[in-house]
């Protein structure tokens, strides 16, 4: 089945899961029968502002959705679907986007605002609105913040020399990686080391 929200179009599949935000503006076509499971979330238990969600079917989603199932058949047990409702809109509050993720595990390498779109499987454009609202912060705000708290820690934890911290960080060359500091922490790394030792 096809799936096109506001700002992406997503093939569904048994082997994903899809969470649609409230008041998504959606359409859906398939040009085959299928089957698939729907729950509506009442919105008064989700949490806070929560945004369209594709996963992969791992080990937990499918436990989930065989429970689901085996409720469904079971009509008088309604307490059993409230705590299995309960506990997925545990799982979309608690979590994190793909290509928040995926920032954080490789923040200190360059990173496209293409390719981080294309993990969630937005726009570039609509991406960065995206991603602003999930944190408040635009794309390269959010990664230059990781890294300087990295640089940082990295000039006070260890005694590696600042030219093997900037190409840890990626930088070309030193003279942008001390300008870059700079600019952020209004002195260069050598006097942030040796003030905060």
Not at 75 to 101: C, F, R, V
Not at 103 to 112: C, D, E, P, T
Not at 160 to 185: H, Q, Y
Request: proline share 4%; charged share 20%.
């Amino acid at each position: 089945m096809e799936l096109k929200t506001g700002s992406q179009t997503i093939n569904l599949t048994p082997d994903h899961c899809f969470y649609l935000a409230p008041y998504s503006d959606h359409d859906f076509r398939s040009v085959n029968q299928n089957e698939f499971l729907v729950l509506d979330i009442p919105e008064r238990i989700l949490p806070g502002n929560t945004s369209d969600m594709y996963e992969e079917m791992n080990d937990s989603w499918t436990a989930v959705k065989y429970l689901l199932l085996q409720e469904i058949n079971n009509t008088g047990h309604s307490d059993a679907l409230g705590n299995l409702t309960s506990y997925i809109t545990h799982k979309i509050k608690t979590m994190t986007p793909s290509s928040i993720e995926y920032i954080n595990k490789n923040y200190k390498q360059r990173l496209s605002l293409e390719t981080l779109a294309a993990i969630e499987n937005y726009h570039p454009s609509y991406y960065s609105k995206w991603f602003k609202n999930q944190t408040g912060k635009s794309v390269k705000d959010y990664i230059n913040e990781l890294r300087l708290n990295e640089t940082k820690s990295m000039l006070l934890s260890t005694s590696w020399s600042i030219t093997r911290i900037a190409g840890d960080m990626d930088f070309d060359n030193l003279s942008s990686f001390t300008r870059w500091f700079v600019k952020n922490e209004s002195v260069s790394p050598n006097v942030y080391r040796a003030l905060k030792k």
